[in-house]
């Protein structure tokens, strides 16, 4: 019973406790300065059962190959390679900011030869360069990928992306990027998503957690942080006082699509104005039906086909007309018409006309 009791209280006091639609300040925004950096190289994968690299078709492969034997000491010079078992890949990886000499990090490997598989294989070491051309990462290890292939004389299939796949912590970091974040004596917030009352909001937040003003908001999508203002014992320590700071943002009012998949997305703050829908469709139909003439028997004449088309419209059962009120939320609208039966592609182009007749307050967006 006293369990029970406890349960009911925290139950009444938890909407008191927790701010509604509330997130976290570093969900929103993005610190200046504070960012990752993408590596890029060009590797070679040994140890594959037979699914490697078509040398005829894939002659830079044998080039890899033959520069890494000669690294090694080994004189190919002259020599005609035609193994089965080697892939060349492109390696990519994300470099973390801040991230020190001897950390690892994970990188992505996939085939761009004619290799059907990279499954069991083992990259070879890999400089990974940045849009620089310096080499900040080294990948090597042995590659986790997604997929199957089983194939026969007449037939294969292939489920998944096997070549391709990730091989985790497989880089270390071998240069730092130079960036001093104590030097900073300003810090910009930049939001991800640029809203002049999001940004706002975010800069009343930051001025009550420090109980004077701090924090100034330049413009839909940029917030300065005063460093000095803070009396922070450092700029690092300033960033994660404020970094958890709970803001409710404002959205716009979208509407997302997918014509392929009939997949509808909406927020909640879409609106109509007052307007009638009605939907319905025609069905074309024509049908096939060759006829083969012969001559009579013992008589000259050739065989020949006949065509024979049918051809007809037919009027599908539509939608009744209905009436939209003013102000109704999307949901409402959807809900009424999942009820009429209205199919995802049909509610797809209700929602296009909507949007033309201008009674469809929300962005629009088709993918």
Known sequence: MMKLLRFILFCLFLPT???AGAIRLKDLVEFGGVRSNDLVGYGLVVGLNGTGDGLRNAPFTEEIMSNILERLGVNVSG????????????VTA?????????????????????SKSLMGGTLIMTPLNAADGQIFAVAQGTILAGGAVAEGQGASVTRGVPTSGVIPSGARVEREIEFELSSLAVVRLALRDPDFTTAGRIETAINREFGRAVSVMRDSGTVELDIRATRAASTAHALGRIENILVEPERKARVVVDQRSGTI???????????????????LRIQEEPIVVQP??????QTVVVPRTTAAIEDDEGVALAEVPEGASLSEVVAGLNALGVSPHDMIDILKSLKAAGALHAEFIVQ
């Open 17 to 19: 406790t927790l701010q």
């Open 79 to 90: 020599e005609q390679f035609r193994p089965k078992n080697v892939a060349a890949v492109l």
């Open 94 to 114: 994300n470099l973390p900011a801040f991230s020190r000499v001897g950390s690892k990090i994970d990188v992505t490997v996939s085939a761009i030869g004619d």
């Open 265 to 283: 997305v909406m927020g909640d703050d879409v609106r109509l104005s007052r307007v009638a829908v009605s939907q319905g469709g025609l069905t």
């Open 296 to 301: 009579n028997p013992f008589a000259e004449g």
